[in-house]
């Protein structure tokens, strides 16, 4: 059974930056991140395959949010820089057990986080 534990969310002023971790147990091909804010669906927000040091992002984070992860500590960090009110959500992280060559869709994942609150204060 694998387990995605989340942690790093809080509150921050537009312009700043958090980092958001998620350490998981097992073996999982990929990592993701997605958010969701009051009123609309999960969107997606980055993905990166551990064996690979190419990441997908979502083109409103792009140049913003970097993905990246620590090998030895089973961790997926999402650095957010430059934050906006509109990154305002619950952020959840996700691990897929599968081998897919891209991971936008939420149906590619098998596990997920519990969620963390990012709220970005204009």
């Known amino acids: 059974q694998v387990q995605v534990v989340e942690s790093g969310g809080g509150l921050v002023q537009a312009g700043g930056s958090l980092r958001l971790s998620c350490a998981v147990s097992?073996?999982?091909?990929?990592m993701g991140w997605f958010r969701q804010a009051p009123g609309k669906e999960r969107e997606f927000v980055a993905a990166?395959?551990?064996?690979?040091?190419?990441?997908s992002y979502a083109d409103s984070v792009k140049g913003r949010f970097t993905i990246f992860g620590d090998d030895s500590h089973n961790t997926m960090y999402l650095q957010m820089n430059s934050l906006k009110p509109e990154d305002t959500a619950v952020y959840y992280c996700?691990?897929?057990?599968?081998?897919?060559?891209?991971?936008?869709?939420?149906?590619?994942?098998?596990?997920w986080g519990q969620g963390t609150q990012v709220t970005v204060s204009s």
């Open positions: 990166r395959r551990w064996s690979s040091s190419t990441s």
């Open positions: 996700a691990a897929s057990t599968r081998n897919y060559v891209f991971y936008y869709e939420p149906n590619k994942y098998d596990y």
């Open positions: 097992g073996r999982t091909f990929a």
